[in-house]
């Protein structure tokens, strides 16, 4: 991030780790490790482990991870890091130049995640819960590796989606790092339980509205998924039949995490008390750390500990079997009541409501609400709606930049890359020199590809060829090689062989030829993005 020393990182999840070190790169395997790192002075380097000492005058780091693991979560980075303590059991990780932000943001806020997560879940195994922040060109947004979350810088301008991704990494430690999923194949097992308990405690240290809107934005997004993909889509399974060859990554979708969580949240409601369902949690935790399981071994688990529900067949109860659940493709069979969230979401729906009703009445929507006193999620819920109903008439699209355009500017990238996300579904071109902008400075996947494939679905793929030619250097070389392939998708064979090929000078003569007045609905794989 400081563009004044090397860095370096690994990233494991989900198969990654087999080009790291030879193993058996399969979560149902797990293994103590131990180290030896030698590195040049003055880097810094940290791994995914429970001990640590540093030789100062051979320059060599050892390391050891007393507790079994998959080899997905051993985790090595190195680079101009400096510390400091946010906790009595936690420190950041940053550059210098980013140190004073990650302090100010996270300062006491861990300790009270954690003390929260250990009064519903047990006690925190893993000793220290440290984070490390990493470059733009970090390929995800947050990856859970034990006693030392890695998190991608570019987060730190949104509170609130820091605190969700944190929050969330936490929730692994007991969910994912302590009891694995044995196979890929049933990811939601560590990823809808997380998410699952992710959400019981921001209810417990922010509030249920805030957690209803959290939810309703991420519920959003998966009918969005949903729409594009259709609900016979084989990825919309919780149990997905992963093909000879395909990387498990590839299911890293909202179905795992969100149509995980819906099965989670029913499991609680049959309980009749979320604190009855939190002490069975405990009890499977307790049963299961340290071993890697299947979806039988916690639904069998759950019918054993609650032996009056196993006695009402409840598993095979009409149109909600558990075998649905798990292998039925579509939408959630039940989705959560979010109506404690109403007074934080009721104003987005009005917003936007007044924006998209004949005739506009812009004064009216403009002067309704002041979009800069609402929280993250509010702002990127009305926006999502937006990208949701695009292209928009152009007096909306034009009203909308006149009213907005300049606040959302100074806002946090999550709330900009939806408002210029919009701006190219809508072939706005007043505005399109700040996608410019944006892509010269946002080099992390989960900013750039939904951009890129937008701007390759409409008119404007010129454009994106030519900003690609200018930036391509700076972008991780697996995010390099995706960005290519939504660029070479309808373009000649030689050209599609080499993208950088292009000048920028052709290119630009390609931009200048378009017309303003054609108009598309892409709608990208990605609008949101998921933390491991």
């Known amino acids: 991030y400081g563009n004044s020393k090397p860095f370096v990182f690994t990233q494991g999840h989900s198969v990654c780790n087999r080009s790291f070190f030879p193993c ?21 380097v940290l791994m995914s482990a429970t001990q640590s000492s540093y030789e100062e005058q051979e320059g060599i780091y050892q390391f050891y991870m007393e507790y079994p693991i998959p080899a997905y979560l051993v985790a090595l980075v190195a680079g101009d890091l400096v510390p400091a303590d946010i906790g009595p059991r936690s420190k950041v990780w940053a550059e210098p130049c980013l140190l004073s932000t990650a302090i100010g943001k996270l300062s006491g806020r861990v300790e009270r995640w954690l003390n929260a997560a250990e009064s519903l879940y047990g006690p925190y195994i893993w000793g220290r819960y440290d984070i490390v922040f990493l470059p733009p060109s970090f390929p995800m947004v947050a990856m859970e590796n034990p006693c030392l979350t890695f998190i991608i810088s570019s987060i ?13 990494e936490v929730a692994h430690s007991w969910f994912g790092n302590a009891v694995t999923n044995a196979t890929w194949e049933e990811m939601w097992l560590s990823e809808g ?5 992710q ?17 309703a934005f991420r519920l959003d997004a998966l009918h969005r998924q949903m729409k594009l993909l259709g609900e016979d889509n084989p990825v919309s399974k919780l149990q997905v039949k992963l093909e000879p060859g395909v990387n498990p990554s590839n299911l890293m979708n909202l179905f795992t995490y969100e149509k995980g969580y819906c099965f989670v949240y029913y499991l609680s409601q049959l309980c009749g008390d979320p604190m009855r369902f939190d002490a069975f949690l405990r009890a499977y935790i307790e049963k299961y ?15 054993a500990y609650f032996p009056e529900l196993k006695e009402q067949c409840i598993d095979s109860k009409t149109g909600l079997e558990f075998e649905r659940w798990l292998n039925a493709t579509g939408p959630p069979l039940i989705e959560p009541d979010l109506s404690q969230g109403s007074s934080l979401t009721s104003p987005v729906e009005t917003l936007f409501s007044l924006w998209t009703t004949e005739p506009l009445d812009a004064v009216s929507a403009a002067n309704s609400v002041n979009i800069t006193e609402w929280q993250t999620f509010q702002t990127v819920l009305f926006l999502d709606r937006l990208l949701d109903g695009s292209p928009l008439p152009h007096e909306v699209i034009s009203k909308l930049s006149e009213c907005y355009s300049a606040h959302l500017d100074s806002m946090n990238a999550e709330i900009r890359i939806r408002w210029l996300q919009i701006i190219v579904r809508n072939d706005y071109y007043p505005d399109l020199h700040k996608v410019r902008r944006f892509l010269e400075n946002q080099m992390s996947r989960m900013y750039t590809i939904p951009l890129y494939e937008d701007l390759c679905t409409g008119t404007l793929k010129s454009f994106a ?11 991780h070389p697996n995010l390099r090689k ?3 392939q939504i660029l070479t998708q309808g373009l000649n064979p030689l050209l599609a062989m080499d993208t950088t090929a292009v000048t920028a000078e052709a290119l630009a003569a390609g931009y200048e030829d378009r017309s303003p007045e054609a108009v598309h ?6 609008d949101v993005n998921v933390s491991a």
């Open 289 to 303: 750390k340290f071993t890697s399981v299947v979806a039988q071994d916690l639904l069998d688990s759950f019918l």
């Open 465 to 475: 060829l030519e900003v690609f030619y200018q930036t391509q250097n700076q972008l």
């Open 199 to 215: 959400r019981r405690i921001t209810t417990e240290t922010y509030g249920a509205a805030f957690t209803c809107l959290e939810t």
């Open 482 to 484: 995706t960005i290519q």
């Open 521 to 526: 609905s892409a709608m990208s794989l990605r």
């Open 156 to 168: 730190l301008e949104s509170d609130e989606f820091l605190i969700i991704d944190v929050i969330h």
């Open 24 to 44: 058996f790169d399969t979560p149902a395997v797990k293994c103590t490790y131990s180290a030896i790192v030698k590195a040049p002075a003055g880097m810094q």
């Open 193 to 197: 339980l997380a998410t699952y308990a």
